[in-house]
């Protein structure tokens, strides 16, 4: 059984001598000029693929069509979100398509708590006092203890950041398809339906919903305007998830005081989009997962799926 590592996570030799104890051959993209396999965002047409039974990729099927895998029953992603993927072949083909679940909650929890705390302790201002070598104090600053934070989505990365929320003493109410008001880290869990209700209470406003039909332009111009005035919006799940021009209206008008987004409708954001020169967003390129320990944390739930596979544990 060959399992085609599209995907280069920093996974050891061992790791991969670990996959091969499990009865299965990793293979490799072709090697480039330097000795590596090459990258899995780039097409391979003259590769055949008719022996493969198994992929772990990120975005590898956005490039290559999915067609040419014959044989192929499990798909393993890099990635928590699924949008990237061709899902209607995957169900039509019966292939097991597992996620990287809980592997890049606590950088994206981190990530998120770095973020807001760089907009409430004026941050970027003390960066620039400190290059012109000024001695000068921003009064008052805001506070986190008390505050409302509202998650869009409950799940391994929301509940992560819940925690770190609420060890500073925020109230954090996760909204989602399945609440559960006793869930570990919330004040509260409420439906999705109730986000109109809950936007006027909202400081900081938490995205980490998948991308889907029914979120996609969640966060519109209407429910910027039933947002408390003065809120901080955190976009780390998917760029289309919020109308960008809505958000950037929100800036300028005050309606919220500062962004956070990691994510974009176009990634690479374009070098001309207003974005880079909004005083009060902060801008990153969707690195909001990136933390030392990911290979690890992916390697055991990758190893875990797989073998859990092998054994007929998860169909």
Known sequence: MKFLMASDRGFTPEMYEA???????PVFLPAGEDGRPGP?????????FSDIDAVFCYRFFCFNDIAR???LKYIHTTSHGIDHMPLEYIRAHGILLRDARGVYGVPMAEYALWGVLQLYKDAATYAARQKAHRWERTEPLRELGGRQVTLLGAGSVATE??????AMGCRCVGLCRHPDPAA????TQRSIGALD??????????VTLPLTEETRRLMDARRFGLLKPGAVLVNIARGPIVDAEAMA???RSGRLSGAVVDVFDEEPLPAD???????????????????????????DLVYKDTAEWLNGGIT
Request: aromatic share 10%.
């Open 19 to 25: 996959i091969r104890d499990l009865g299965i051959e």
């Open 40 to 48: 899995e965002e780039a097409p391979y047409d003259g590769v055949d």
């Open 69 to 71: 895998f014959p044989k």
């Open 161 to 166: 950041c819940a925690r770190r929320f609420t």
């Open 184 to 187: 570990e880290g919330y004040e």
């Open 197 to 206: 209700e809950v936007l006027a209470e909202t400081d900081i406003l938490l």
């Open 249 to 251: 209206d929100a800036l």
């Open 273 to 299: 989009s207003p974005l880079w020169d909004e005083p009060n967003c902060i801008v990153t390129p969707h690195s909001s997962f990136v933390g030392e320990h990911n290979p690890r944390r992916l390697f």
